[in-house]
T-cell receptor
Framework: DAKTTQPPSMDCAEGRAANLPCNHS???????VYWYRQIHSQGPQYIIH???NNETNEMASLIITEDRKSSTLILPHATLRDTAVYYC????????????FGAGTTVTVRA | NAGVMQNPRHLVRRRGQEARLRCSPM?????VYWYRQLPEEGLKFMVY????????ESGMPKERFSAEFPKEGPSILRIQQVVRGDSAAYFC??????????????FGEGSWLTVV
């Protein structure tokens, strides 16, 4: 049970921003939101994570709503190499130890 | 700082043989996780270990699979008497503390096991 909801797929034009939504309506106050991606035949790659505040790094920005029930991952200038499956994941609970992966969003960047 | 290192990257075994997959966590990381990804399927948690201890093995098949993370050396995922259904990509991940603390879990590039 991944405890997050993502659209199964989305397309994005090369050079444009890609906005990937994630719903985590039952998230508790101390749970983080993590984003990973998996390019075909590679290991999952960490992108970004956050708790309450918006976060930005060299790969992406993470926008978390004030009520923390949803978030958006923004890839500012998508390239063909950003084609991958993107996973939105919540921190494990206090009695859990693992990140649980759902089906994610398959993002296809088109030229 | 080297990432999570897995070897071998590709392994072919005949049915009934043993497969050993090794994982060296990132420097300073004492928590290791193993995941399995069957062809065209998602990532499934198998086991979580700290040095010398198995903390959560709720995702491990009951038979033929075992994991260890000794005080010295890499973590090992061992599959005895492999069958065709074990063909998959096996990913190792590591973190400095448990995942619920907000630290990042980093993944290796995986070991692809093919059973013929």
């Amino acid at each position: 049970d991944a405890k997050t909801t993502q659209p199964p797929s989305m397309d994005c034009a090369e050079g444009r921003a890609a906005n990937l939504p994630c719903n985590h309506s039952t998230i508790s106050g101390n749970e983080y939101v993590y984003w990973y991606r998996q390019i075909h035949s590679q290991g999952p790659q960490y992108i970004i994570h956050g708790l309450k505040n918006n976060e930005t790094n060299e790969m992406a920005s993470l926008i978390i709503t004030e009520d923390r029930k949803s978030s958006t991952l923004i890839l500012p200038h998508a390239t063909l190499r950003d084609t991958a499956v993107y996973y939105c994941i919540r921190t494990p609970g206090s009695n859990d130890y693992k990140l649980s992966f759902g089906a994610g969003t398959t993002v296809t960047v088109r030229a | 700082n080297a990432g999570v290192m897995q070897n071998p990257r590709h392994l072919v075994r005949r049915r009934g043989q043993e497969a050993r997959l090794r994982c060296s966590p990132m420097k300073g990381h004492s928590h290791v996780y193993w995941y399995r990804q069957l062809p065209e399927e998602g990532l499934k948690f198998m086991v979580y270990l700290q040095k010398e201890n198995i903390i959560d093995e709720s995702g491990m098949p009951k038979e033929r699979f075992s994991a260890e993370f000794p005080k010295e050396g890499p973590s090992i995922l061992r599959i005895q008497q492999v069958v065709r259904g074990d063909s998959a990509a096996y990913f190792c991940a590591s973190s400095p503390t448990r995942a619920s603390s907000g630290n990042t879990i980093y993944f290796g590039e995986g070991s692809w096991l093919t059973v013929v």
